[in-house]
């Protein structure tokens, strides 16, 4: 279809299109838009007609993409996303800086940092993502990323920032010996305390379901918890916590992650530098 042909179609249509397509169903893509399922139904539709194809087929409430309709929608999610960005350089002249980080990691070592970053980059629009989930950079129109894990993700470029190293902790003061305080034990991941399994500690255990709460346990005093010594190194430094054992490395570590497909921006590039030098520091 040439560029004048296009001017030929609805772009709410082609927006609603897309919408569906990308999230799967016309009731998700009524929710984004605004919209009612009948008003998604009648816009598809008429898209259809005018472009003389069959973009969608119909099975009962739901909707699957014929072969054409899933290429076609492919292009137009780039065609949006490129709308997106150059709507967001139009309203700002700042550089922006998209980065999806897991939410304790944002919290616990990110954030006391990036007055550091700031003082190099200043004016900067850094936009935190926090999600455990692992995403998908340039369909999300993201950045880069801080990733956890054992490396080797397709279509990316890691860069080791650094090794992650755990060990058993326990809160210092108030008249209470470790030995003596519940384990705190992350849900679905009881077997982290192998290495320490002849550690002494109190009768009972506590589980909990994210690692935040393990790490609130032990600085409450509430027990003995596995930690990630990167996430406790002001507490560690200042002798409110202290290593019962001496920590080890576990097989995944901390990367510095950017798209294959995409060209790194100078301020990805300046975040990156900066990030392995905030690492090294850590590790030091």
Not at 152 to 173: C, Y
Not at 235 to 252: D, F, M, Y
Request: neutral net charge; proline residues 6%.
């Amino acid at each position: 279809m040439t560029a004048r042909a296009s001017l030929t179609l609805s772009l709410p249509a082609l927006r609603t299109f897309e919408a569906v397509a990308r999230l799967g169903g016309l009731t998700a893509a009524a929710d984004e838009l605004g919209l009612t399922v009948s008003a998604i139904s009648h816009q598809l539709r008429g898209l259809e007609g005018a472009i003389g194809l069959s973009l969608l087929r119909r099975h009962g409430r739901g909707v699957a993409l014929t072969e054409r309709g899933a290429a076609f929608a492919a292009e137009l999610e780039q065609a949006f996303a490129d709308i997106d960005v150059a709507v967001d350089r139009l309203r700002s002249a700042r550089p922006t800086l998209t980065v999806t980080v897991q939410p304790s990691f944002a919290a616990r070592w990110l954030m006391p940092r990036l007055h550091r970053f700031d003082a190099i980059a200043p004016g900067v629009d850094l936009r935190l993502s926090t999600t455990p989930r692992l995403v998908e950079l340039g369909r999300e129109r993201i950045d880069c990323a801080i990733r956890l894990g054992p490396g080797g993700w397709p279509n990316v470029a890691a860069r080791l920032l650094t090794p992650q190293r755990e060990g058993p902790v326990a809160r210092v003061g108030g008249g209470q010996d470790p030995g003596a305080m519940p384990r705190i034990l992350l849900q679905g991941r009881v077997d982290e305390w192998a290495a320490w399994a002849d550690l002494p500690t109190g009768a009972g255990a506590r589980t909990v379901s994210t690692r935040e709460l393990v790490v609130e346990a032990v600085l409450a005093g509430a027990g003995v918890g596995v930690l990630d010594t990167l996430m406790i190194e002001p507490e560690l430094a200042r002798g409110e916590v202290r290593l019962l054992a001496p920590p080890r490395p576990t097989s995944w570590s901390y990367y510095f992650v950017t798209s294959q497909d995409e060209v790194v921006k100078p301020i990805v590039r300046l975040f990156g530098d900066w990030l392995s030098g905030e690492a090294a520091l850590s590790s030091a």
